[in-house]
């Protein structure tokens, strides 16, 4: 890579990374945990975990849960450059593939990390559909016998961009962001493709509750059982190197949980 493109692709993750701090952290964020021991800035977090969330979110996790020893799955494409950058600053660590692009090197590496810090993917990404579960996510927590966390994000009458596949949230300035962070789901150590797909399906329709419950309360903004504030500790980006020491984020206790098994619902 040639030295002054290098340098703009720095600059400009660099200019992504300081606007969504600048951004995000305007929000006023909202929590509520099946299990609170699965927030991995928490004190009692025991991981590794693979978190999933649709892709149309990834500011919010982005910002909300940087430098906490995560490896993020981002696209090869060229559109995500800039983003694998500013991932690198905002605190994690990155891994480059897609389902159409170096998808099984991604993987292979994903589950090597996995083995030491947490994973995380957006499994309709990087090109849909839209809250479209792909498999790869199931793969590697199956392999690596990694809890599968899933988290259902919502902002309050975010603005969308309906032109992008995603129907990318962009959340208004001040407004209320609410996650809801499911069960850690175990899959069965050995999937054949029958299997893999009864999981797939299952897994799919609990993000997609998840996550219309969390759009639900921001909205409306009724609280659930247990819900707490999140917050996100200051911390310098990561300018000149990619920190993966964990954040120090502070929430208040609760060990209250949300009502209903998912996945039985499913």
Request: charged letters at 20%.
């Amino acid at each position: 890579m040639k030295p002054l493109k290098k340098y703009l692709l720095s600059a400009g993750g660099l200019a992504i990374a300081t606007l969504v701090r600048q951004w995000m952290g305007s929000l006023r964020y909202q929590g509520a945990f099946y299990d609170p021991t699965l927030d991995p800035a928490g004190p009692r977090f025991s991981g590794p975990a693979l978190f999933i969330f649709w892709h149309e979110y990834i500011p919010f996790m982005f910002y909300l849960r940087g430098h906490c020893q995560t490896a993020m799955l981002v696209s090869q494409h060229k559109d995500a450059e800039l983003l694998s950058r500013a991932a690198g600053i905002m605190g994690f660590d990155l891994v480059r593939g897609s389902s159409r692009r170096g998808g099984l090197t991604a993987l292979r590496i994903m589950m090597q990390k996995g083995k030491a810090m947490n994973l995380t993917m957006t499994p309709d990404g990087p090109r849909g559909p839209r809250r479209t579960l792909a498999p790869g996510c199931l793969y590697v927590a199956s392999k690596l016998g990694m809890p599968l966390v899933p988290l259902g994000l919502g902002y309050d009458h975010p603005w969308r961009n309906t032109r992008a596949w995603d129907h990318f949230a962009i959340p208004r300035p001040g407004s209320r962001a609410c996650a809801v962070i499911g069960p850690a789901i175990y899959l069965p150590a050995h999937l054949d493709r029958e299997a893999l797909e009864v999981w797939r399906k299952k897994i799919e329709a609990v993000l997609n509750r998840l996550t219309e419950t969390a759009e639900n309360w921001a909205s409306t903004g009724q609280p659930l059982v247990g819900a707490r504030p999140l917050h996100r500790a200051p911390r310098p980006l990561g300018i000149f190197r990619t920190p993966n020491a964990p954040a120090s984020l502070s929430s208040s206790r609760s060990t209250d949980q949300p009502d209903g098994t998912l996945l039985a619902a499913a």
